[in-house]
């Protein structure tokens, strides 16, 4: 009996180290998802409104930062999105995988949001590069 108990405790404790230690792990990004050429050159349409991506932060807060953390920098159920290999990226490519998402890795879709909302998202997320614009292509 009290064998049992120690054996359920070290059990017990090392799930507690091992979750803990995968807490700790931001999750890897995946390189081989690429947007489709067309949706790439799409520009975004509030790229001269500083002022929407206020709205983009509150929505980022709600629906995105579970997995990418607060400050975007990534938790073990997402990947960092203030990376250079993410900012490299088009407005239409980051709008189209938020748009779209991959299934296939947890990334969930966010077409049933207005187009409006999800490209407030993608100003919120250039906010980590601390620009709001397009980069050049
Ligand atoms: C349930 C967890 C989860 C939520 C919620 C989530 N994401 Fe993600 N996101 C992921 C995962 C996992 C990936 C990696 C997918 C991949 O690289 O294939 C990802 C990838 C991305 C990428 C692509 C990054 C790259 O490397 O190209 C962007 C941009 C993104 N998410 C933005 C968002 C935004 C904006 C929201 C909120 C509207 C959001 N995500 C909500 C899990 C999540």
């Given at each position: 009996m009290r064998a049992t108990m120690l054996a359920s405790a070290a059990l017990l404790l090392g799930a507690i180290v091992s979750s803990a230690d995968q807490a700790s792990k931001v999750r890897e990004r995946d390189a081989s998802w690429v947007a489709p050429a067309d949706r790439n050159a799409r520009a975004n349409p509030l790229a001269n409104r500083p002022d929407a991506v206020a709205g983009g932060r509150k929505l980022f807060h709600q629906r995105c930062s579970t997995c990418h953390g607060e400050d975007g920098r990534?938790?073990?159920?997402?990947?960092?999105l203030t990376t250079a290999e993410v900012q490299a990226q088009t407005?239409?490519?980051?709008?189209?995988?938020?748009?779209?998402?991959?299934?296939?890795?947890?990334?969930?879709?966010?077409?049933f949001l207005p187009e409006p909302q999800r490209w407030q998202l993608v100003l919120h997320v250039r906010s980590h590069r601390g620009g709001t614009g397009s980069p050049q292509p």
């Open positions: 990534g938790t073990a159920y997402g990947p960092d407005d239409g490519s980051l709008f189209w995988k938020i748009s779209s998402g991959d299934t296939r890795t947890g990334m969930p879709g966010f077409s």
